[in-house]
């Protein structure tokens, strides 16, 4: 591992450290990295990892003329969440901020999440913000759903209030928390996807932490037409074992979403077949909860007819009755709310 960068930054000397993991993206990278610099927030280095040898990369980046900016560069590629992990451990801030290299902040995106986590009386706050999507043919602010602090973290992310809305909740590029919080919880190394709701679902249940999130966007997730993304990966079976490891963190509601947006739209778009459809299915019944809103995306993506989505909104509805009579025959009226 190779560090370069015309000043080295000292612990105490900056409030903020963005780490910005990059691989063969070196004009996208140099675009991330602007939109750090032209921040209105004065106190901040920016780490920028380069995950293995990636020559024109680290040529594009010797040419940036900015004692702010430190380049670490990996003899091997260890994978986009170890290599934020290298950055927070080579980071001087108190703060960190993540940022993709396929991403861009706004000028005020640091100074507003500095003030808010300032404000924050919790041990761990955790700042993020909604983010504007920007494709080739229009820009969109996601989510459309509003973060609900009593709520868990995982109905925030993947309950969706209309056809509209989409998983741009809590994205990487939007998360900023203390140094310390992402030494003692760090991304999972080696996980391919789904690296920032991993890390959000296992932070949250650290005693202190509290997620708070600024209803203006604040950064600017690009999402061209093309552009390989790894969250974009039709690898149902991938989606559904890590769903499945990691269901204790899950609602009951938040898990039948799941299964429904990232399991089930991956193993139609792949065409997985009756079998898988039929699993995806049964743990979408047995092991999460129901609502009509998820019922209606699985039977959507079913290609089910209008009749039968009908059938199995109806049926969502019954069974979410009927466990709230039994939850309030036990005495348990509020123990889902």
Known sequence: MRE????????????????????????????????VLVQDFGSFEVIVVVDGEDQETSEVLRDIGDARVRVIELAACVGGAEARNVGVRAACGEWIAFLDDDDEWLRHKLSRQITSA???????????????VKSEKRDLVRPLRRYEAKRPASEYLFCRKSSGDGPFALQTSTLMMR???????????????HQDWDWVLRAECVAGVEFDVIEEPLAVYCAEDGRAQAGRSEDWAFSMAWGSEMRRHFSGKAYSWFLATECMTRAV????GLRVYAEILRRFVTDGQASPGSAA??????????????RVRGFAKRMKRNEARLMAGMGFENARQ
Do not use: D, H, Y
């Not at 450290?17 to 070196?26: A, K, L, Q």
């Not at 300032?118 to 504007?132: F, G, L, T």
């Not at 778009?269 to 997985?272: E, L, M, T, V």
């Not at 995306?297 to 009908?310: I, S, T, Y």
């Open 297 to 310: 995306v699985m039977a959507a993506f079913l290609g089910l007819p209008l009749r039968m989505r009908e």
């Open 118 to 132: 300032r404000r924050n009386r919790a041990a761990w706050p955790v700042i993020s913000s909604r983010m504007i």
């Open 179 to 193: 140094r310390e919080l992402m030494l003692a919880v760090p991304f999972r190394k080696g996980l391919r996807r």
């Open 269 to 272: 778009k792949s065409r997985a």
């Open 4 to 35: 370069k960068g015309r000043a080295q930054s000292k612990a105490g000397t900056v409030c903020v450290s963005v780490v910005i993991p990059t691989r063969n993206r070196p004009k996208l990278v140099l675009s991330a990295i602007e939109s």
